[in-house]
């Protein structure tokens, strides 16, 4: 998922991501607002068990 959508998803949380904010703390911030574990590129994808987390795909790719 590329800023720009990472970005737009935080607003319909009501999220701000801040100029300079990692891809990663984005990813993570919004994974916390969403109720899911901040697991986002800790290498658990495989074994994280959020099947439903919508940066799943994402974070196999870079796990």
């Known amino acids: 998922m590329k800023m720009n959508e990472i ?7 009501g999220l701000t991501i801040r100029v300079g ?8 911030a919004i994974q916390a607002a969403e109720g899911h574990d901040q697991c986002y590129g ?7 068990g ?4 919508c940066f ?3 974070c196999l790719k870079i796990s």
């Open 7 to 13: 970005r737009s998803k935080a607003k319909e949380l």
């Open 21 to 28: 904010m990692t891809k990663v703390d984005a990813v993570r």
């Open 42 to 48: 800790r290498g658990l994808a495989e074994s994280c």
């Open 50 to 53: 959020q099947e439903d987390c």
């Open 56 to 58: 799943r795909s994402d």
